[in-house]
């Protein structure tokens, strides 16, 4: 492939009504210094002599440009355990490509950080897993994590990277959210992305020991409100309510197939960060096809595209191009079905079950949480 979309692909996607994505995000790595109970990244993690090599993700990164993407998320695992990571934000900016790196922090130093800020890096994420020693070392399972946190949060005040601060809470954390929010304003954050757990990959063998009360959960979104309003003009506040707790589903990926892709570390390229949790998806690889080839013409893109594949109450409701059924991955995780109606929606024969669920996992006061591993060398 020599990068360019060829005109076919460009019609035939036009003439179907498929977008180009507008993000792409790049999971370099499933390495992480963390072992966070509620990582999302799925049961087998990618080893690390099957990532993509330099080469790869270069030519990637240029093919992601050509087909349309503007933003870069750098993601992971924990996307400075690359060694590769200055030369690959170069290649990126070069491709003419909006970076994000998204990371716990771990592995960046004062130096890494201004390479990265001459490399043309746009704009960093920085996890919080607590707003304490205590806790924010007992949730990432890292000693010391906390601290060194810190330091890159001045690193990056002091270089002057515009920042967003990501806030994972649940029930063992959330009474610290109005202290994360202040701890976005003194790191001179532009945004907070507050975001109740979700339920995906690993988290799932947590949700007795993470899930919110519904108490805890309308007290976020009391804190989220109450912040919007005081902060207007300070600090964007975004927020992922707690999913299992809610009557509707959230629109997820805005759409399968239409906003993003998502490449994971060995270049399997999926529609969604779960989307392996689907038996029945077949998904192809950079290393095999171009990567407008696979967005366009993908069996695991044009799965669940538009609305031809769902059921009632999705097929005949008037929510359907707000929310899009929902998040497939959700559907087969609780019903067993990627194209039944996520059970999160009040109009779903499962709703009810799912919430009294909810409720069991949150009154479990005795669950402990279980750490997640390292993908085999
Ligand atoms: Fe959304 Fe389907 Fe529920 Fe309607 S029935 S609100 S489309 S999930
Ligand atoms: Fe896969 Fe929601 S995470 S569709």
Redesign the pocket.
Known sequence: MDGAIPEDLRAEGKRLGIPAPIAMLAELTHRCPLSCPYCSNPMELARKNSELETADWVRVFQEAADLGVLQLHLSGGEPASRRDLVELVTAAREAGLYTNLITSGIGLTERRLKELEEAGLDHVQLSLQGTDTEMADRIGGYAGGYKRKMLVAAWIKEIGFPLTLNAVVHRQNLHQLPRAIDMALEMGARRIEVAVVQFHGWAMINRDALMPTKEQAEEASRVVADARVRLKGQLVLDYVPADYHND??KPCMGGWGTTGLNVAPDGEVLPCHAAQTIPSLKFDNVCDKGLSEIWYRGAAFNSYRGDDW?QE??RS????K?????CRCQAMALAGDPAA??P?????PLHAELQARAATFASNDSAELTHRGQPEA
């Not at 409701?317 to 359907?320: I, S």
């Not at 707000?322 to 929902?326: K, L, Q, V």
Request: hydrophobic residues 25%; proline residues 10%.
């Open positions: 509707y589903p769902m109450p999705c409701c008037d929510r359907k707000m929310d899009f059924g929902g109606t996520d999160v929606c009040i109009k779903s």
